[in-house]
């Protein structure tokens, strides 16, 4: 998220809504209460939009800024000698502005890993006031070529996806007319040399080298 512009307009919405509210209650005083109801009315409207914005930002904090395609992580997975269905995975999570870059171990059951993140699209009007689309890679998990289920528990990112998918269950998401869509996505590759990729529509991988 452009946290700059996005403040900027937040600040603004709230000055028009006040000055409008404040007017229309001058206006109320002078007994025009006609110039009151449309004033006092577009002050209170124009508050709570910004209310709703701040809601949002304050929701997708912990999500990286996503304008286009962005390349989001890089991993490394092999598979470890002697040991059937085990991978050893090496996970750069890049940051941003506000997130620092991670250098991630783990140790994965399966013969292919498997990327998930969650992606909060905004509707672009509301991109276009600066608040951004954003993304958070959340599990790292591991499948077997064979389709037998792993016992390995996924393994959390960037404090897990549980409450996204709660609020997802109980509707909180679809706050519109500001979020088109918020959902997790998943890329699966086998072991390799790989950078990932997040658009607004998906996670890819591309393989380095290939």
């Known amino acids: 998220m452009d946290g700059g512009v996005g403040q900027i307009v937040f600040?603004?919405?709230?000055?028009v809504g006040l000055a409008l509210l404040v007017s229309g209650i001058v206006q109320a005083r002078r007994a025009k209460w006609g110039a009151f109801a449309v004033r006092g009315?577009?002050?209170?409207?124009?508050?709570?939009?910004?209310?709703?914005?701040?809601?949002?930002?304050?929701?997708?904090?912990?999500?990286?800024?996503?304008?286009?395609?962005?390349?989001?992580?890089h991993v490394v997975a092999r598979a470890l000698d002697g040991q059937q269905h085990q991978m050893v995975v090496d996970l750069t999570l890049y940051g941003d502005a506000g997130h620092d870059e991670q250098h991630l171990t783990y140790?994965?059951?399966?013969?292919?890993?498997?990327?998930?993140?969650?992606?909060?699209?905004?509707?672009?009007?509301?991109?276009?006031?600066?608040?951004?689309?954003g993304y958070k890679i959340s599990r790292l998990f591991g499948q077997r070529l064979d389709g037998v289920a792993t016992s390995q528990h996924h393994i959390f990112l960037n404090g897990g996806d549980q409450d996204f998918f709660a609020d997802m269950r109980d509707n909180r998401w679809w706050t519109g007319p500001f979020v088109r869509s918020a959902y997790g996505n998943a890329v699966v590759a086998v072991p390799g040399e790989y950078d990932v990729y997040i658009s607004r529509d998906a996670i890819k991988t591309r393989a380095v080298g290939g």
Not at 11 to 15: F, G, N
Not at 110 to 123: F, P, T
């Open 107 to 133: 140790q994965v059951e399966g013969d292919m890993w498997m990327l998930q993140a969650n992606i909060v699209e905004l509707e672009p009007w509301v991109n276009a006031l600066g608040f951004h689309s």
């Open 41 to 73: 009315t577009g002050g209170i409207v124009v508050a709570l939009v910004a209310v709703v914005l701040l809601w949002i930002v304050t929701l997708v904090q912990t999500f990286l800024g996503l304008t286009g395609e962005v390349k989001a992580a």
């Open 11 to 15: 600040v603004v919405l709230v000055v």
